[in-house]
Nanobody
Framework: VQLVESGGGSVQPGGSLRLSCTVS????????VAWFRQAPGEGRAGLVA?????????HDSVKGRFTGSKDKDKAKTTLYLQMRNLKPEDTAMYYC????????????????????WGQGTQVTVS
């Protein structure tokens, strides 16, 4: 299983960025994908999550500013994270994660429920 993230960078407050996470290598389409972020000295926080049927959920903390979208085919899934009106407190390492599950409930925001992680992409807002 591979998770490849891209799209991070530096942006001024109020700016926008779009992150991409492409997941491949699963033997079937029964997996969930999510975006997390981790600021220095803090734990990982869930932002956007997608079930295997393509349903996307947004954590309350980012509703209205962050939007998830997807491209999905038999071989791979790409989960995008569109971030708008970025603030300095959005500065963090952003990680993509995947879980070998058909769907997730309240635990979709819990990092230890995920089996695979990408290398992370840095977002700096200043």
């Amino acid at each position: 299983v591979q998770l490849v993230e891209s799209g991070g960078g530096s942006v001024q407050p109020g700016g926008s960025l779009r992150l991409s996470c492409t997941v491949s290598g699963f033997t079937d389409n029964t997996y969930c994908v999510a975006w997390f972020r981790q600021a220095p000295g803090e734990g990982r926080a869930g932002l956007v999550a997608m079930d295997s049927d393509g349903t996307i959920s947004h954590h309350d903390s980012v509703k209205g500013r962050f939007t998830g979208s997807k491209d999905k085919d038999k071989a791979k899934t790409t989960l995008y994270l569109q971030m708008r009106n970025l603030k300095p407190e959005d500065t963090a390492m952003y990680y993509c994660a995947a879980a070998s599950r058909r769907a997730m409930g309240w635990d979709r925001w819990i990092d230890d429920q995920y089996d695979y992680w990408g290398q992370g992409t840095q977002v700096t807002v200043s």
